[in-house]
């Protein structure tokens, strides 16, 4: 019953977040245009997932790297 719920088990829900895995750094935004429709900009799913996915590029991009 939870796909029906959030959609979190959509076949769409995942290309997106298989794309947004691949994406190269910098590219969630054109990414993001390119795979979903309006509607799908506009749900609080797919909006939540691209602001996780664009917090964590900025976290990398903003902390340095110790190895």
Same mark, same amino acid.
């Given at each position: 019953? /939870?796909? #029906?719920? $959030? %959609?979190?088990?959509?076949?769409?829900? %995942? =290309?997106? #977040?298989?794309?947004?895995? /691949?994406?190269?750094?910098?590219?969630?935004?054109? @990414? &993001?245009?390119?795979?979903? &429709?309006?509607? +799908?900009? =506009? $749900?609080?799913?797919? !909006?939540? !997932?691209?602001?996780? #996915? &664009?917090? @964590?590029?900025? +976290?990398? @991009?903003? &902390?340095? $790297?110790? #190895?």
């Amino acid at each position: 019953m /939870n796909g #029906f719920r $959030h %959609g979190g088990r959509s076949p769409e829900y %995942g =290309s997106l #977040f298989g794309a947004l895995l /691949n994406a190269a750094p910098g590219a969630i935004l054109k @990414v &993001t245009d390119k795979c979903l &429709t309006l509607g +799908q900009k =506009s $749900h609080p799913a797919y !909006m939540e !997932m691209i602001e996780l #996915f &664009t917090a @964590v590029e900025r +976290q990398m @991009v903003d &902390t340095p $790297h110790r #190895f």
